[in-house]
């Protein structure tokens, strides 16, 4: 329901097609989502003395540099709603769910920027890739096995509690 609501959050933002301004102007939680993202990575290159700005709604930039664009595919809602999909699904007290979902979902932008931080940095400082996987397959990876330790440490808590 989340990954697929947020796709039609984002077919009805995008303008053609099933554009509506309503959608776009009051619903476009995506646009906050890509816009903290990429404020999280001017922040995290700024605390290791990296100078960037943002170009537009799309675009961080390194000061006389290269940039990224960060698409839609970069903004980890796969991830964030399967996270919350998982919290949601365990009966749980509110408080508990809410603190679990947030925690996680704070954890998953986290890493995100970190990831968008180090391909920015990477491109400026022609860092070459000694992994075999592209690098989003490598976030999607590293990400689902945070997801199934904050998984393993849920479970952990709530038997604990029970």
């Given at each position: ?50 100078q960037t ?13 290269n940039g ?40 998953i932008w ?53």
């Amino acid at each position: 329901m989340l990954f697929f609501g947020t796709k039609a959050v984002i077919g009805l933002t995008v303008p053609g097609g099933y554009y509506s301004s309503f959608v776009a102007n009051h619903l476009d939680y995506p646009a906050l989502l890509r816009s903290s993202l990429l404020n999280g990575t001017r922040l995290m290159a700024g605390i290791f003395g990296y100078q960037t700005y943002l170009r537009d709604a799309y675009h961080i930039t390194m000061l006389n540099g290269n940039g990224v664009h960060l698409v839609y595919a970069c903004l980890g809602y796969g991830l964030l709603s399967f996270w919350i999909a998982f919290i949601f699904a365990n009966q749980s007290s509110i408080l508990k769910t809410v603190a679990w979902m947030l925690g996680g979902c704070f954890f998953i932008w986290l890493i995100n920027v970190a990831r968008i931080s180090l391909v920015l940095v990477s491109s400026n400082e022609k860092w070459t890739n000694s992994f075999s996987m592209e690098q989003h397959t490598l976030f999607n990876v590293v990400v689902y096995v945070s997801i199934f330790l904050m998984i393993w440490v849920f479970q952990r808590s709530e038997k604990r509690s029970a």
